[in-house]
């Protein structure tokens, strides 16, 4: 992704209708602009100069007084556009919401999600960090991980692990919810049980 906006600003340079989004903060008595959105865009600009492209300034839009850390905190979900938020890191963004004092009805309201699924997402960021470490590494779906929790609880991280392992066998190396335990038992009887009824 970075690599691929990299080759467009060393093609026709920075596009300057897409600008970074910035808020200001004062450090040691100056006005330091940070910004918290367009962090690929400004990834790939590094990378883009350290192959000879010649960029003095970046345009950035700033953010209006007023504004708070919990506005920009929604912004991670609402105002992004380019490469989009895995449902972890969304769980991340809801963490952080819980931590300001929301409520899941007003997160889900502000970020444009049902109540249920938010609590599924505050679920996924509260679970053991082995289970977390699988999703992060997409060893197995988020949505396959949020059912687990749903239906197994505290033995959701078991039950994914056993899903592992039987798309191992399957020569898989992620798990959806096709290879968990209960559903490979179901798919199996289903494909013989014309042949088990004619027996």
Known sequence: HVRNIADSILADGFKAEHPLA???????????????????????????????????????????????????????????????????????????????????????????????????LLQLAAAPLELRRMVIDDRVAARTALDALRDHGENALEFLLRGEMLAKAMGKTRVTSKYTPGRVFRRAVSKSAPNMATV
């Open 22 to 120: 910035g808020y200001v903060a004062t450090e040691n008595g100056e006005n330091v602009i940070h910004y918290y959105d367009g962090h690929c865009r400004y990834e790939a600009v590094q990378l883009a100069i350290a192959e000879g492209a010649e960029i003095k300034r970046l345009p950035v839009v700033v953010a209006q007084a007023g504004t708070t850390l919990e506005d920009l905190t929604v912004s991670l979900v609402r105002s992004n556009s380019g490469k989009q938020l895995t449902p972890y890191e969304t769980a991340l963004v809801c963490k952080r919401l819980l931590s300001y004092g929301w409520e899941t009805v007003e997160i889900a309201r502000r970020l444009c999600m049902t109540p249920q699924y938010v609590n599924a």
